[in-house]
């Protein structure tokens, strides 16, 4: 009894001081009467009820490797008194799908819970190495990529307004308001979409204001008057 009392502490040796003297009606007579008094204090009387419902909503998790799941596998189903002939399937139907494809081929052949951990945990490593040197690959794909072809700036590109158009009155006309006409000449087709003169390419009057073509005009039927009167006979 001292032993017992000796080995507890903090809580568990007040519940025992408490009957412990020896003075006291009701003191205990042995360790084991000792031992059972704590037991009535700590021992969850559901423990196993507890432990059935952990086990029956146990799933292994995406990012846990199978080793970990497999410890809480077998804890809970310890706890839970789960039987040996129910564990082989109960295991499969816990684990991951993609574990579950992988084991899929050779679980018809594995009848023992100890050959469906070793497949399973095999398997779980090998799928891990496969995924990170996919990922891996894709990583570096994605900087190669990034690296080689830069994504440009996007540039806006403003249109360039075309200079007013005057009529023959001296009015400038805004150019969308001014109907082009097509020529076959890819010479005049060019100056009227610029609104330019025929006569000589300048902006802001057409060929019939121009003064200076109405001059030269001018000039050529005068010269061509005299030439006409140098070959009248005498």
Same mark, same amino acid.
């Given at each position: ?99 579950? $494809? &992988? %084991?899929? *081929? @050779?679980? =018809?052949?594995?009848?023992?819970? /100890? ?30 990529? $990034? &690296? %080689?072809? *830069? @994504?440009? =700036?996007?540039?806006?590109?403003? /249109? ?75």
């Amino acid at each position: 009894m001292a032993y017992v009392f000796g080995r507890t502490g903090g809580d568990a040796q007040t519940h025992l001081r408490a009957r412990y003297a020896e003075e006291l009606a009701d003191s205990f007579t042995s360790d084991a009467e000792m031992v059972a008094h704590l037991a009535s204090i700590y021992k969850d009387p559901f423990r196993v009820q507890n432990a059935q419902l952990d086990y029956k909503s146990l799933m292994m998790k995406t990012s846990e490797t199978f080793t970990s799941f497999q410890t809480r596998f077998l804890h809970l189903a310890g706890q839970a008194r789960i039987p040996a002939d129910d564990l082989v399937l109960d295991l499969f139907d816990k684990l991951t799908v993609s574990l579950q $494809r &992988a %084991v899929l *081929p @050779t679980y =018809p052949t594995l009848q023992a819970l /100890p050959e469906l951990m070793r497949q399973c945990q095999a398997l779980d490593q090998g799928l891990r190495r496969i995924k990170a040197r996919a990922e891996k690959t894709r990583a570096e794909g994605a900087a190669y990529g $990034r &690296a %080689v072809a *830069p @994504t440009a =700036p996007q540039q806006t590109v403003r /249109p360039v307004p075309s200079p007013p158009v005057k009529t023959r009155k001296g009015s400038p006309v805004a150019p969308s308001l001014y109907k082009r006409l097509s020529y076959d000449d890819p010479q005049k087709q060019a100056l009227s979409n610029q609104g330019a003169c025929f006569a000589y390419g300048q902006v802001g009057h057409f060929a019939t204001d121009c003064l200076s073509a109405n001059t030269k005009k001018a000039d050529i039927g005068l010269v061509q008057e005299t030439e006409d009167l140098g070959k009248e006979e005498p």
